[in-house]
């Protein structure tokens, strides 16, 4: 019988005095790309990453010209093309899993994170093989979304996320309209100035090497039943229940239950990995095999993100 417990991350212990980590990656890039292609998720400890400066190079060194995000559902502050602050999400509040823009026309194939400062305590960006998820998924919820896809509806308003002038980039709303004929979302004005967007992804995807299926979408992170019951109740004082900032479905529009979200989470938690930041980590993380989360935390903590590669799922 195969063992898929979850395995501790691989780690590369780059020396015994920290090298420059741009340098280092440069030297060992066919190394670290073997290692990403074989376990998902590499974590390469004792790097010199002492300013912003040095993180961006190495998370530069790792997705190479980077990608541009489009469609962020949370503020970020963007260091050069591609590479960005962790998201502006409260300590107190978990990022579940999720797999990055899995709800865009093109995602990041590559992730990079550096850690400047770990949090005085948890904040771990945990990972998840997406094909172990999708094994122990049950089949008749696995084919429901393999048939039909996922739905993700927005409601960007100026009080709660990212405004739609940040997520696309302009505050023209032709261009708004331009981008999502292109890539396949339904947007709707508002009254008031907010915009709704609707978009259809598949929720079930071949990895762009293997070709094995992975479980590559955000259907439980962005579902109204992750939410801390008290942030959902006030989303839903505020703005009813048709308004709140980010909700999914079944890609027919079949509503979620609780329980379906809960389950989906509690498989994600079985094949969860987790490995404490230290000062100078950088993991690569396939984006396609590995989903991550990112676990509430107490202190200072500053991790700088890379995405590269892009691909259209």
């Known amino acids: 019988m195969t063992d898929h417990r979850p395995r501790p991350l691989t780690l590369l212990d780059a020396s015994s005095a920290p090298p420059r980590a741009a340098d280092w990656i440069g030297e060992h890039r066919d190394e670290l790309r073997a290692m990403v292609d074989e376990h998902g998720a590499v974590l390469v400890r004792g790097l010199l990453l002492d300013t912003r400066e040095t993180a961006v190079s190495a998370i530069r060194a790792v997705v190479g010209d980077g990608m541009t995000e489009r ?4 503020p970020r502050d963007t ?3 591609g590479v960005y602050s962790s998201s502006h999400w409260p ?7 999720h797999h990055e823009l899995s709800y865009a026309d093109e995602a990041p194939r590559t992730m ?9 305590s948890a904040g771990v960006t945990a990972v998840a093989d997406s094909r172990a998820v999708l094994r122990d998924l049950p089949t008749d919820l696995v084919e429901r979304f393999e048939r039909h896809g996922w739905r993700l509806t927005r409601h960007y308003n100026p009080y709660v996320g990212t405004s739609w002038q940040d997520a696309f980039g302009t505050d023209d709303r032709a261009e708004v309209e331009r981008y999502c004929a292109q890539h396949g979302i339904e947007p709707t004005w508002g009254t008031d100035g907010g915009l709704r967007t609707v978009q259809i992804r598949p929720a079930v995807i071949p990895h762009p090497t293997t070709g094995e299926r992975c479980w590559f979408n955000q259907i439980a992170f962005l579902s109204e039943w992750t939410m801390a019951p008290e942030v959902r109740a006030f989303l839903v004082g505020e703005f009813g229940p048709e308004g709140l900032p980010f909700n999914t479905s079944c890609g027919d529009g079949t509503p979620l239950d609780r329980a379906m979200v809960d389950l989906i989470n509690k498989v994600y938690e079985a094949h969860t990995i987790r490995e404490p930041w230290r000062r100078g980590d950088l993991m690569v993380v396939d984006n396609v095999r590995m ?4 676990e509430p ?3 200072e903590r500053e991790i700088l993100v890379g995405m590269g590669e892009p691909f259209r799922p």
């Open 297 to 299: 935390y107490r202190g």
């Open 291 to 294: 989903a991550h989360s990112r």
């Open 91 to 97: 300590a107190d509040q978990p990022m579940c899993m």
């Open 112 to 120: 990079a994170f550096a850690c400047l400062t770990p949090p005085a």
């Open 79 to 81: 260091y050069g093309p």
């Open 71 to 74: 469609e962020g559902f949370t």
